[in-house]
Each structure stands twice: as C-alpha cells, then as structure tokens.
C-alpha cells in the first residue's frame, strides 16, 4: 500500500465513490447519490484526493469565473481526516482563486471556523439563507 496522495483537478468520481466519500462523515447528500453526482458534474471545479484508488477528499467550486467564488464543499473521509489532505485541498483551491474579490463558504461546523479562520475567511453576519426539505425541492 502507497502513503502517498495523489491529487486530481476536474476528476469527478463516480456515483458510489461520491456517496461512500460522503456518507464517512454523515453529509446529508449521501442519501441521494445521483443528485450529488449531478451536483458534483455541474460544478465549475473539482479537486479530489486518491490514494490506493480510493477517495481520500474532494474540494468543489462554483464561480462566475470573474468575481465570486463559493467553495461549496470541502470533504474528507473519515479515514484521511487530520493527515494534510483538506489542506493540500484548499492549497488547490488557492492557487485557482486565491485572486477572487469575493470568495465564500457557508458552514457552520467549529472545524470549518477554525481551519477556514486560519485561511483568512471570517464569519458575517449579513447573509441570508434558506433551506428546504428535498421533499419540498422535488414536489414544486
């Protein structure tokens, strides 16, 4: 077996992959996998992480290319937590938008405070959110 992490850009995994990488640390987009995997394809970047074949992290983008960027998701699997691979991910993330005027992460987890914190990103209270059951997305 091989220690080392291999990182990929625009590699989008598939169904199974998403759903096993998701689930290890209890995401909600794990119950419905082709949802997350259309998600996932839609983006407009993707970094993974592999090692051995396996999904070790995945980092995803979305952005109008010019100003704004929303690092949607930033996800480690349970097994490669705490070894380096969310923060070779985010050096992903920084190269390829380091630059934006607006760059944005919606979390409200201690570790994406504390992590993201490090990174120069701060909590604001002048956002609005909304959220609705997948239920009420696919009945409308």
Sequence with gaps: MSDRIEYRIGDVPDVDVLADLYGSVD??????????????????????????????????VLTDGVFDVYLQDLVVHADYQHQGVGKELLDLYDRAFGDFQTQVIVSDADWAQQKLGKRGFRAEPAALSRTRSHSARTST
């Design 27 to 60: 995401w909600p987009h794990a119950s419905t996998p082709e949802e997350l995997h259309r998600a996932v394809q839609q983006s407009s970047w993707v970094a993974t992480a592999w090692h051995d074949g396996r999904l070790a992290g995945l980092a995803r």
